[in-house]
């Protein structure tokens, strides 16, 4: 149990163009889900936090009209990266957080994104 | 604010030396760690949960054990196939639910 799928795995873009990643958790309810981004050989760096049906709360320094999040139901949330640029380019992962989870996480397998 | 620091940062074992790697934390009230592993390319996968000092908790040749102040994961017997990067994270009672991460500790089990 406990399975959270991304999609696309990777994805390559032009500058300046949009890019929408989606989050589903396939067998259980996710009242909470988490975008983080990490580069190569550091640690996940958190994004936002998102509630079902609420906006989203982002991190300190993380645009918000630049990277999208929209949680839309308990098993859905989606990352779009807006007018992506180079800069953008990383790896992204969802996480998600069950409704009886004592605050474990289940995550994604990530997106590569690369802006060109 | 919370913290979490993982050392070492890399550790290199022969299959089968046993080691321990180690997650020292603060935290205002702890309400959970959390070990993951992480494969290259892959999204963290869980592994434990420790609530309280004093608590162990094993998988197959991993044990984790938590005290006030740290947690250890303990690898025993290790195979190549355990080498990952493994992460420790807090979550504080309060904080939103958010978890605090350290930079992780990577694990090369050479046959």
């Known amino acids: 149990g406990a399975v959270v799928s991304q999609h696309p795995s990777w994805v390559i873009c032009k500058s300046g163009t949009s890019v929408k990643i989606e989050c589903r958790s396939l067998d259980f309810q996710a009242t909470t889900m988490f975008w983080y981004r990490q580069f190569p050989k550091q640690s996940l760096m958190l994004m936002a936090t998102s509630n079902e049906g609420s906006k989203a709360t982002y991190e300190q320094g993380v645009e918000k009209d630049k990277f999208l999040i929209n949680h839309a139901s308990l098993t859905l949330s989606t990352l779009t990266v807006t007018s992506a640029h180079p800069e953008d380019s990383s790896f992204y992962i969802c996480?998600?957080?069950?409704?009886?989870?004592?605050?474990?996480?289940?995550f994604g397998p990530g997106t590569r994104l690369t802006v060109t | 604010e919370d913290q979490v620091t993982q050392s070492p940062e890399a550790l290199r074992l022969q299959e089968g030396e046993s080691s321990s790697l180690n997650c020292s934390y603060t935290?205002?009230?702890?309400?959970?760690l959390f070990w993951y592993r992480q494969d290259p390319g892959k999204g963290p996968e869980f592994l434990f949960t420790?609530?309280?000092a004093g608590e162990e908790k094993e998988k197959e040749r991993l044990k984790a054990t938590l005290t006030k102040k740290e947690s250890f994961l303990h690898i025993t017997a290790p195979k190549p196939e355990d080498s990952a990067t493994y992460l420790c994270a807090v979550q504080a009672n309060t904080n939103a639910g958010k978890s605090t991460f350290g930079d992780g500790t990577t694990l090369t089990v050479k046959p």
């Open positions: 935290v205002s009230g702890l309400r959970g």
């Open positions: 996480s998600a957080r069950g409704q009886s989870a004592l605050g474990e996480q289940y």
């Open positions: 420790l609530y309280s």
